[in-house]
């Protein structure tokens, strides 16, 4: 089983890039062998969407060809956001316009909020509501938040809040075992004729 992580800030060196490095471990650890690419949007900035994408621009194509094959190949997705100014960052946003062939559809996807303090709701909900129309993915109804992250998840477990950690230990794991068992399932959701993108190529 292929998983895809996206660390979705741009910051370099950002705590989103610390928990996707816990979670591709975790996974990779797991019963079920799962296979993790992190997509880090710091290390693979991508240009900003416009009209030439649809014309089968050559220098988007170039870019885009190895992330998309990349999706594709991908059984499920964690989508790491951090909330900045009570938002999913702009690069984020932009990610998930750029795939409209089908990479993302019809497979599972577990939200991860980040908060340095005790948000992280708002690009939850600002990406349940607006992220997933034309490309398909589909978000699990379980989520994660990790408030006061920078306490939480380090290598030097005195860096971390006990309770917490052990907390959030136990929520994370809940979750991808939630995302692996809903993997398996979509696979047959993705062989069947009723999730075919031919007919209605965009959401309603």
């Not at 416009?50 to 998309?68: C, K």
């Not at 005790?118 to 509501?129: F, K, S, V």
């Not at 794991?173 to 965009?202: M, P, V």
């Amino acid at each position: 089983m292929k998983v895809t992580i996206i660390a979705g800030s741009h910051r370099a060196k950002s705590q989103s890039s610390k928990i996707a490095k816990v979670m591709s471990a975790l996974l990779e650890r797991a019963p079920e062998h799962c296979e993790t690419t992190v997509i880090d949007l710091a290390d693979n900035p991508l240009p900003l969407w416009d009209a030439s994408i649809w014309s089968g621009d050559e220098a988007w194509q170039e870019r885009l060809t190895p992330i998309s094959a990349q999706l594709a190949s991908s059984d499920a997705f964690i989508i790491i956001a951090p909330e900045w100014h009570g938002m999913a960052p702009a690069g984020l946003k932009n990610f998930f316009l750029l795939w409209g062939n089908g990479e993302l559809a019809h497979k599972p996807a577990l939200l991860v909020g980040i908060s340095a303090g005790t948000g992280g709701a708002y690009p939850i909900a600002e990406l349940r509501m607006s992220s997933y129309k034309n490309n398909r993915i589909c978000y699990l109804p379980e989520h994660l938040i990790i408030r006061q992250v920078e306490a939480v998840f380090n290598a030097d477990p005195a860096d971390n809040d006990p309770s917490a950690q052990t907390y959030l230990e136990g929520r994370l794991d809940y979750c991808l075992k939630q995302l692996i068992t809903y993997a398996q399932a979509f696979q047959t959701i993705r062989a069947s004729e009723t999730t075919n993108l031919d007919t209605y190529g965009s959401g309603m």
